[in-house]
C-alpha cells in the first residue's frame, strides 16, 4: 500500500462504520509510533489507541479521567500548590511527551503540561507509544508518547454540535464544535467553556505528623478556550491547513489571589505528494504559554511566566515497493526539526533564558513479506545550553501468523535538561528551595519491549513486556544541609541519579458479544509495575508507580428503530498500596509514607435519538470512597459525583 492511500485511509476511516471496539481499533490508522501511517495490527510498534468511540463511551470529562480509566498504569495527583502531576509507568511528565497533531504543548512549569488545554470534544482519537520513542520524536519522549489527534474532517450531513454538562461542585461544561464542507475548503471551529468550584477536603487533626503534602482543598477554576482550523485541498496530492486557537484558565489560589494562565498557539502545514512514491511536508508551529498573578484588591495582573516555542520542520518520504516484489515494501523517510524555546519565569532569579535545539533524523521501513516487517530509525539531537548532543537509534519487528501478531524491539532515549531544571531557584510552600543544576547531565536509557497479540473475531488479547535501564535520571535529591540565607529554608537540588532499572507488564483482553438485539463490550486491563533505584539518594517528593493497577470496563449497547440507541456502561479502576519517602516539615527529616490501595467505579449511561440527540447520566466514585487523608497523590473525590449532560447535533 502506497503512502498516499495510507493518508486517504487515515483521514476516512473514522466514517467507516464499526462492528465492535476490537475492530475499531485493528481499522484505525496509527501515526505516532512510526513517520509512516500504519493500521494498528501492522505496526512494529506496540501502540494503545484511544479511539472516538472509546471516548464517547467513556462521558469522560477530561483527558485526567478519560487516561486514568482507559490506561491502569497513569496516575494523576494534586500538589498542595494545585498543580497537577502525572505518573505513567515510573515516568514523570518530564519523561513523556504529550503531542497535539503531532506538535509539542509549550508551558510546562513542575513537570507537567496544562492538561486542560485538551478539550475532548475535539478529539477524534488519542495514541500512546510506551517505552523510549527518542529516535523518532526526540528529546522528554524517553518514556513514551501521547499523540491527540484532534478531528482533521467532517464525517457526516451533521457536522456541528453543542453539548452542556453539570455535576457536583458547580462543575460544568458547554462545548461547541461547528463545521462547513466548502467544497476544496474544510472549516473546523470549537468553543469551550468549563468551570467548577473550590471545594474544601477533610483531613484528621493530626495530618502533619503523616505527611507535609496533606491537601486541605481543591482550587476552583474557570476555562475558556476556541480553536479555529482552515483545510484547502486544491488537488488530490497537495493539502494546506492553517490553524490558530487561544485559551484562558484562572484558578483560585486563596481569598486575595488568582493565578491566570493564557495560550496562544498556531501554525501552518503544507503536505504535497510529489508523486505515486514521494511524499514532502513543511511545517511551523508557534506556541506560547503565559503564567499571571491577579491581585484581588487591586486588580492587577502581573504576567511572571512565558514559555514561547517556535517550530519548524522539513520532511520527505519516498516508496520503494515499485521496485520490489508484491509482497515487499521498502519506506525511506528522513527530515530534521528547528525549536527556539524561550523561557521567562517566577522560578527563575529574574533572567529569561533561550534554548535552540535542531535535530535530524532517518527511519527505514521494511516488509520483507507479508508476514514480516522490521523499523529501524536514529536520530541526532544538538541543545545549544550545555551544549547537549546525542545520537538516538531505534529498531523493532513485527512478525504475524495466523491469529499471532510478535512485536518486539529496542529503543534509545534521551531527554536534555530543560531550562527550569538547570536555573530554577524557588521556594515552595515554605518548606524549601528548589535549586536548578547547571552541571546536570541529560538522561539517557536503553528500552526492551516485546509483546503478542491474539486476535479473532471480537476477541483480542495482548501480553506485552518491557524494560528501561536509565542513566543519569535528573530528579530531586533530598534536603541539604546548606540553607538559603533570606528563608532559612533547606535546599532541594537537581541531581542525576546514576540508575535507574523500570519493568513493566501490561495484560489486557476486550471482547464483545451480541445478545439479542444489543451488544455487550467488555474490556480488562492488568499493569505491572516495578523500580529499583540507587540507594541513598531519595526522590523528594517523588510519586513512585503503584505495583499492580487494573482497569475494567462492560458496557451495553441497544439500538432500537432507525435512529435512536441507548447504552449502559460500568467501568472502574483499582491501585495497589504503595510506600514513598517524603521530607515533613515539622521534623525537618525523611520519613516512610504509606500510600493505601483504593478503587473508583463509574456508572453511565447515554440515550440517543434520531441521531440529533444524546442524553447522558453518569455516577462517578459509585462506592462512595473518600481517603483518610488527602496525601499527594490520594484521589481528591470527596464522595459520589452524579452529572447530567446533553448534546445536540445539527
Not at 501511517?37 to 462521558?59: C, H, M, Q
Not at 532517518?362 to 548532543?389: C, K, M, N
Request: glycine residues 6%.
Amino acid at each position: 500500500m502506497s503512502v498516499a492511500s495510507l493518508i486517504a485511509l487515515a483521514l476516512t476511516s473514522a466514517s467507516v462504520p464499526q462492528t465492535s471496539p476490537t475492530d475499531s481499533t485493528l481499522s484505525t490508522a496509527v501515526v505516532t509510533g512510526t513517520r509512516t501511517p500504519k493500521l494498528w495490527a501492522e505496526t512494529p510498534v506496540p501502540t494503545f489507541v484511544i479511539g472516538r468511540n472509546d471516548i464517547l463511551r467513556s462521558d469522560a470529562t477530561n483527558l485526567r479521567e478519560l487516561l486514568t480509566h482507559e490506561l491502569p498504569n497513569v496516575e494523576f495527583s494534586y500538589t498542595p500548590s494545585g498543580h497537577i502531576n502525572l505518573n505513567f509507568g515510573g515516568f514523570s511528565g518530564q519523561g513523556l511527551l504529550f503531542l497535539v497533531n503531532g506538535e509539542r504543548m509549550a508551558g510546562e512549569t513542575m513537570d507537567n503540561v496544562d492538561y486542560s488545554r485538551i478539550n475532548l470534544s475535539d478529539v477524534e482519537r488519542i495514541e500512546i507509544v510506551r517505552g523510549a520513542s527518542s529516535a523518532l520524536y526526540g528529546s522528554a519522549a524517553i518514556g513514551g508518547v501521547v499523540n491527540i489527534i484532534t478531528r482533521q474532517r467532517l464525517k457526516s450531513s451533521r457536522n456541528s454540535e453543542a453539548s452542556v454538562r453539570w455535576g457536583r461542585h458547580d462543575n460544568r461544561r458547554l462545548d461547541l464544535n461547528l463545521g462547513h464542507n466548502l467544497g476544496r475548503f474544510t472549516h473546523l471551529f470549537n468553543m469551550q467553556h468549563q468551570a467548577q468550584s473550590g471545594y474544601a477536603l477533610h483531613n484528621p487533626d493530626d495530618v502533619a505528623l503523616f505527611t507535609t503534602y496533606a491537601l486541605n482543598r481543591v482550587p476552583g477554576h474557570r476555562v475558556w478556550q476556541w480553536k479555529d482550523r482552515w483545510i484547502w485541498s486544491p488537488t488530490s496530492n497537495f493539502r494546506l491547513s492553517a490553524r490558530a486557537g487561544y485559551f484562558f484558565r484562572e484558578q483560585e489560589q486563596d481569598a486575595t489571589l488568582a493565578n491566570r494562565y493564557r495560550d496562544f498557539v498556531g501554525g501552518v502545514k503544507a503536505e504535497w505528494s510529489v508523486s505515486p512514491q514521494t511524499r514532502v511536508e513543511l511545517a511551523y508551529h508557534f506556541d506560547q504559554y503565559d503564567k499571571s498573578d491577579l491581585i484581588q484588591a487591586s486588580h492587577l495582573d502581573i504576567r511572571d511566566y512565558s514559555n514561547v516555542q517556535h517550530t519548524t520542520r522539513a520532511l520527505v518520504s519516498h516508496d520503494f515497493a515499485h521496485l520490489l516484489p508484491s509482497d515487499h515494501g521498502f519506506t525511506l523517510t528522513a527530515g530534521g526539526d528547528y525549536l527556539r524555546d524561550y523561557l521567562m519565569s517566577y522560578q527563575f532569579e529574574g533572567q529569561s533564558r533561550v534554548q535552540h535545539s535542531a535535530d535530524a533524523f532517518v527511519q527505514a521501513d521494511w516488509t520483507l513479506s507479508p508476514h514480516w516487517e522490521i523499523l529501524g530509525a536514529v536520530r541526532y539531537d544538538h541543545f545549544s545550553q550545555g551544549q547537549h548532543e546525542h545520537l538516538t537509534s531505534k529498531v523493532s519487528a513485527r512478525y504475524r501468523q495466523g491469529a499471532f501478531t510478535y512485536r518486539a524491539g529496542y529503543g534509545q532515549g534521551f531527554r536534555a535538561p530543560s531550562l527550569k531544571e538547570l536555573y530554577m531557584h524557588y521556594p515552595i510552600n515554605g518548606l524549601f528551595v528548589l535549586r536548578g543544576n547547571e552541571n546536570l547531565r541529560p538522561e539517557r536509557s536503553d528500552n526492551f519491549h516485546a509483546s503478542v497479540d491474539w486476535h479473532r473475531h471480537h476477541c483480542l488479547l495482548t501480553a506485552a513486556f518491557g524494560y528501561n535501564l536509565v542513566r543519569q535520571r535528573i530528579t530531586t535529591a533530598p534536603p541539604s544541609q546548606e540553607r538559603e540565607a533570606s528563608s532559612g529554608l533547606p535546599y532541594i537540588d537537581y541531581i542525576n541519579l546514576p540508575r535507574l532499572h523500570a519493568f513493566s507488564a501490561q495484560l489486557s483482553a476486550q471482547n464483545s458479544w451480541t445478545l439479542r438485539k444489543g451488544t455487550v463490550g467488555l474490556r480488562l486491563n492488568y499493569a505491572f509495575t516495578h523500580e529499583e533505584a540507587q540507594q541513598g539518594n531519595s526522590l523528594t517528593p517523588y510519586l513512585p508507580a503503584r505495583p499492580h493497577a487494573i482497569t475494567a470496563r462492560i458496557s451495553y449497547d441497544l439500538p432500537w428503530r432507525i435512529d435512536n440507541a441507548w447504552g449502559i456502561q460500568l467501568s472502574g479502576r483499582w491501585l495497589s498500596s504503595i510506600h514513598s519517602e517524603e521530607y515533613t516539615a515539622s521534623t525537618g527529616a525523611m520519613h516512610d509514607v504509606h500510600y493505601p490501595a483504593y478503587a473508583l467505579l463509574r456508572l453511565a449511561t447515554t440515550l440517543s435519538l434520531n441521531h440529533a440527540w444524546q442524553l447522558s447520566l453518569a455516577a462517578d466514585n459509585v462506592l462512595n470512597y473518600r481517603p483518610r487523608i488527602y496525601f499527594y497523590n490520594a484521589p481528591t473525590t470527596d464522595g459520589i459525583d452524579v452529572q447530567v449532560g446533553a448534546t445536540y447535533r445539527f
